[in-house]
């Protein structure tokens, strides 16, 4: 397989269609990758975009969530040690919090991720409760955050969103449970913008003082109890801004100017 300096993660199949869409309206290629013999029990694809600006990137399309065989944590490890990418990107869709300030679309970049299963059940008089006192949330790729914090998108629309995405491996769809979690976290995660479901994995690809990740994903719900209908009708959008955001980013960055 051929090296990279930047590795795209998707899960579903709207996350690739609009980051593919993405990069050939930029001049991208799209191609698909070969997958060997002897790697073809793994469960993925991969597509060669080129050179996007000063970096060659390479797009993965991983399942839905961090484990398991075909999770962003087991594709993460391959991947990195095959093409020897310095950096990894988590591209698509995640729940926003608040729709008072947030809105269908607007894009939430990772300055940390909080992975909210790594706590403590213990017992609450009768019943249980988490205990989130030795949790810890975990910064973002600072090289990656610096080109995507000097971009300036030239779409018009959309917000961006820089924060802690809370991140774990349930589908929720509970504006309650959404808050209780909130609430739970806030005094470890701070200033939470979102949350998704791929995050957690990408914690494994490098130490926690060295990281080589980042997370960028559109709102498509706010993870409430009318959470299908939303995500349905707006993980198009929320896709394809996450991706047109990432790859502008790339191409317009220039090494040495803040």
Not at 95 to 112: C, R
Not at 203 to 215: K, S, Y
């Amino acid at each position: 397989m051929d090296r990279c300096d930047v590795l795209l993660f998707v899960a579903t199949k709207t996350e690739l269609e609009e980051l593919k869409r993405a990069a050939r309206l930029r001049g991208a290629s799209f191609d698909p990758i070969p997958v060997a013999e002897q790697e073809k029990q793994l469960p993925r694809e991969s597509y060669w975009l080129g050179p996007i600006g000063n970096d060659r990137v390479i797009a993965v399309k991983t399942r839905m969530g961090a484990i398991g065989d075909g999770g962003s944590a087991a594709l993460g490890l391959h991947y990195v040690q095959k093409t020897q990418a310095t950096s990894v990107i988590s591209l698509g869709m995640a729940f926003g919090i608040s729709a008072k300030f947030q809105t269908f679309g607007d894009v939430l970049v990772s300055q940390s991720v909080f992975p909210y299963d790594a706590r403590a059940i213990v017992p609450d008089g009768n019943r249980w409760r988490y205990d989130y006192e030795k949790a810890r949330t975990y910064k973002a790729s600072p090289i990656t955050l610096k080109v995507l914090e000097a971009h300036r998108p030239n779409v018009t629309g959309f917000k961006v969103h820089p924060g802690c995405l809370l991140s774990g491996n349930a589908f929720i769809r509970s504006a309650a449970f959404r808050d209780d979690l909130l609430r739970w976290s806030q005094n470890v995660a701070s200033t939470v913008v979102g949350g998704e479901m791929e995050g957690a994995g990408l914690l494994a690809l490098a130490p926690r003082a060295h990281p080589n990740w980042t997370v960028v994903k559109g709102i498509c719900d706010f993870a409430g109890d009318e959470q299908k209908g939303d995500a349905e009708k707006h993980r198009q959008l929320a896709c394809s801004n996450a991706a047109t955001f990432v790859l502008d980013a790339l191409a317009q960055w220039k090494p040495g100017e803040s």
